[in-house]
């Protein structure tokens, strides 16, 4: 239950005086990740499809609708909703696959990589707002280091996901 009543009997341990400030950093990283997704400079619809592309984009390999549903964490109707409307407007198209002629998999069209480009653009306009106090230095290595949060994570979730896991 979510109430905005008192929280009786549930004292997080991030707010253990005992906690190191390190500690108490990291325990901050879901919160704060959730923050950046509610806030990201784009409609709901834009946050859906430069997911939907950046997922295909970034795909090692040829991605299917069940695939990029397991990649995003959602039901596959949810993705072939998603998927549909991307068809519709032009930024994704359906092949068969070169490794399978059964299956179908997903690419981008030209429309769909001008629209990830244009999604990465607003965004690094967004952070370099956000960030305007901070030194060049602070921002690139910020970039870097979540850039490289996202590979890892995603290397992670493959991990997971090939041994059976949640």
Do not use: K
Not at 13 to 36: F, H, K, N, V, Y
Not at 107 to 126: K, P, S, V
């Amino acid at each position: 239950m979510c109430g905005r009543g008192p929280r009786l009997g549930r004292m997080s341990s991030a707010s253990s005086p005992e906690r190191s400030p390190d500690d108490q950093a990291l325990d901050q990283i879901g919160p704060a990740l959730s923050r950046l997704r509610r806030r990201a400079p784009a409609s709901g619809r834009d946050l859906s499809r430069n997911l939907v592309l950046n997922v295909i984009a970034d795909a090692p390999g040829e991605t299917t609708v069940g695939g990029l549903a397991a990649e995003m964490g959602v039901a596959q109707p949810v993705a072939s909703r998603t998927v549909a409307a991307c068809i519709e407007e032009g930024l994704l198209r359906r092949a068969a696959s070169q490794s399978d002629g059964r299956r179908t998999v997903l690419e981008l069209t030209e429309h769909g990589e001008a629209e990830r480009n244009r999604f990465a653009t607003e965004q690094r306009a967004a952070f370099e707002e956000i960030t305007a106090a901070w030194s060049p230095e602070e921002q690139v290595q910020f970039a870097r280091l979540l850039a490289r949060y996202g590979v890892d994570a995603a290397a992670w979730s493959r991990r997971r996901a090939a041994a059976g896991g949640d």
